[in-house]
């Protein structure tokens, strides 16, 4: 499956933005989804997932009641809705697809996805 990752920008902190991954190639409800983000000089780690049915998700502590992973499996879409964003936030965020015959497990782990998009930038200025 290929994926493209949009809707990075400059924000203030406090402020909001929503990532959109958009996939192609594959069906994408034959996935397993998740959102990762790397500062520079850091790894590349993980912030969001998702399973195929969209009923299961798990988010590392430090994003939350901050931000939401949600997905349309219709129009072949994950979006990451970031709330009350921190400096600590900027990162470069990425999407990524696990083909799972899993309903309902999401992945937390970057060595287990299959497919990366780009990448796309958020930066939050204080």
């Known amino acids: 499956v290929q994926l493209q990752a949009c809707g990075g920008g400059l924000v203030q902190a406090g402020g909001y933005l929503r990532l959109s991954c958009v996939t192609s190639?594959?069906?994408?409800?034959?996935?397993?989804m998740g959102w990762f983000r790397q500062a520079p000089g850091n790894e590349r780690m993980f912030v969001a997932a998702?399973?195929?049915?969209?009923?299961?998700?798990v988010y590392v502590n430090s994003v939350k009641g901050r931000f939401t992973i949600s997905r349309d499996n219709a129009k072949n879409t994950v979006d990451l809705q970031m709330n009350s964003l921190k400096p600590e936030d900027t990162a470069v965020y990425y999407c990524a697809g696990k083909r799972t015959g899993y309903s309902n497990v999401y992945y937390t782990d970057r060595t287990t996805y299959d497919s990366w998009g780009q990448g796309t930038l958020v930066t939050v200025s204080s």
């Open positions: 190639g594959r069906t994408a409800s034959n996935y397993a």
């Open positions: 998702i399973s195929r049915t969209g009923e299961e998700t």
